[in-house]
C-alpha cells in the first residue's frame, strides 16, 4: 500500500493550496480517505474525511467552510482544496485510508508520508 502525498507548499494568509493523494496497492474506490495535519509539538489531528464514493464528507470545525475533500476514484487520487489559508493552518498534511470514513485518527490503517504547508502572516 502506498499513499503519496504532494502539493504542499509555501504560501501567503489567504492564498490557496491544492493537496492530491495519490494511492495504490489497494482497491481505492472501496475505501473512505481522510487528511490530517500535526503541527510542531502539537498531535496529529483530524482535517477532513470523504467516503468510498464521495456521498459524504466530513470536517474539523476549524477548516469548515475553507477546505474541500473530493476523490477521483478513476485515478486513485483524494484531494485537499485549500481556502482562505492561516498561519495556523501551518503543518504536516497527511492522507490516510480506512474501509469506513471516520475522524478518529488512530482508526486508519494507512497513511501517507506527509506534505508541508507553511502559511505565512
Known amino acids: 500500500v502506498q499513499l503519496q502525498a504532494s502539493g504542499g507548499g509555501l504560501v501567503q494568509a489567504g492564498g490557496s493550496l491544492r493537496l492530491s493523494c495519490a494511492a495504490s496497492?489497494?482497491?481505492?474506490?472501496?475505501?473512505?480517505m481522510g487528511w490530517f495535519r500535526q503541527a510542531p509539538g502539537k498531535e496529529r489531528e483530524f482535517v477532513a474525511a470523504i467516503s468510498w464514493n464521495g456521498g459524504n464528507m466530513a470536517y474539523a470545525d476549524s477548516v469548515k467552510g475553507r477546505f474541500t475533500i473530493s476523490r477521483d476514484n478513476a485515478k486513485n487520487t483524494v484531494y485537499l482544496q485549500m481556502n482562505s489559508l492561516k498561519p495556523e493552518d501551518t503543518a504536516v498534511y497527511y492522507c490516510a485510508a480506512r474501509r469506513e470514513m471516520s475522524v478518529v485518527v488512530v482508526s486508519y490503517n494507512y497513511w501517507g508520508q506527509g506534505t508541508q504547508v507553511t502559511v505565512s502572516s
Open positions: 496497492g489497494f482497491i481505492f474506490g472501496t475505501y473512505a
